[in-house]
């Protein structure tokens, strides 16, 4: 009989810890831990990967090799941090790679009455890949683990009714300056974003171009990172930071761009065009051309006349 895969499932940090040989959690819903310090002789078979109901903020010190970004590899030597949204499958390796430096951990539960709670849904980057970690300079770094070492300080001292207020607004400082650090990264690497926003626009011309809309209907924001072997949050984030447009807007600024082309053609219906650009139903299409261009489509085409 074939072997079926099960990820190892984690729910308290408590069980966590005890699995990986660290010592119990300060806090049974918010923990810093350095897992070099585990035991090579884990209790718990993981080698089928980890799902993991926390938070997990990761700092390493040193990323082994190259990091790539879409097709482009790059060094860095000052280490840097990875995020990663509860219930999301770890490595399947080990725990070596997943597991390596010092990692925050947050149970939900702990964010509950917190404007944090629903707050941290709006940070993109738990949503990126490990190849899309954010990479830090020395003088971030600084920031980031001075950060953690507050929130690490505030949990050996004796638990009380403003402990968790502290902590979370430490957790706030610390995605806040994630948030500044990523899109200085954006702003560093723009040849190379630049380099993909010119990959990103020739696969859109080719896509509307071809009847590839006809026949799956329009791009979504997946298939072009899938493309540019980015996620999709990552993608709008850089495009957003690059361009103003998310990577949305830009599909449909595409598909405008196509459908001038058809109106100006004068022999296709709205309805032809629609649907040679991808739409089950012309009153969607309508609808997006309306509220790009304060037009419907059949006024523009007046308006060419």
Do not use: W
Request: aromatic content about 10%; overall charge negative.
């Amino acid at each position: 009989m074939k072997k079926v895969h099960k990820p190892r499932i984690y729910n308290s940090l408590i069980e966590l810890n005890r699995d990986l040989g660290l010592p119990e959690p300060l806090h049974p819903l918010i923990t810093i831990s350095d897992f070099s310090e585990t035991d090579e002789n884990l209790s718990a078979d993981i080698s089928d990967g980890v799902m993991m109901n926390f938070y997990q903020i990761s700092f390493k010190d040193s990323f082994s090799g190259t990091i790539r970004y879409g097709e482009m590899h790059y060094d860095f030597a000052n280490g840097g941090l990875s995020f990663t949204a509860p219930n999301q499958l770890l490595g399947t390796g080990g725990h070596e790679d997943e597991c390596e430096g010092s990692t925050l951990l947050i149970h939900p539960d702990f964010l509950k009455g917190s404007s944090l709670a629903a707050g941290i849904r709006d940070y993109n980057f738990f949503s990126y890949t490990a190849n899309e970690s954010l990479h830090l300079s020395q003088k971030e770094k600084e920031v980031i683990l001075a950060i953690f070492s507050q929130i690490k300080e505030e949990l050996v001292q004796r638990i009380d009714k403003f402990s968790q207020k502290i902590i979370i607004s430490h957790i706030e400082s610390l995605l806040n300056y994630s948030d500044r650090f990523y899109h200085r990264q954006f702003m560093t690497r723009i040849s190379v974003n630049e380099d993909l926003l010119t990959r990103m626009e020739s696969l859109l011309a080719s896509y509307f171009n071809s009847d590839e809309a006809l026949r799956k209907g329009l791009p979504t924001v997946q298939y072009l990172a899938e493309k540019l072997l980015l996620s999709p949050g990552y993608l709008s984030d850089m495009l957003r930071s690059l361009t103003g447009l998310n990577a949305q807007q830009h599909i449909h600024q595409k598909m405008i761009e196509k459908a001038k082309e058809y109106l100006a053609l004068g022999h296709l219906s709205v309805s032809e065009i629609s649907y040679l650009l991808g739409f089950e139903h012309p009153q969607s299409f309508s609808k997006i051309f309306k509220k790009k261009t304060d037009l419907s489509p059949n006024e523009y085409r007046h308006s060419l006349n």
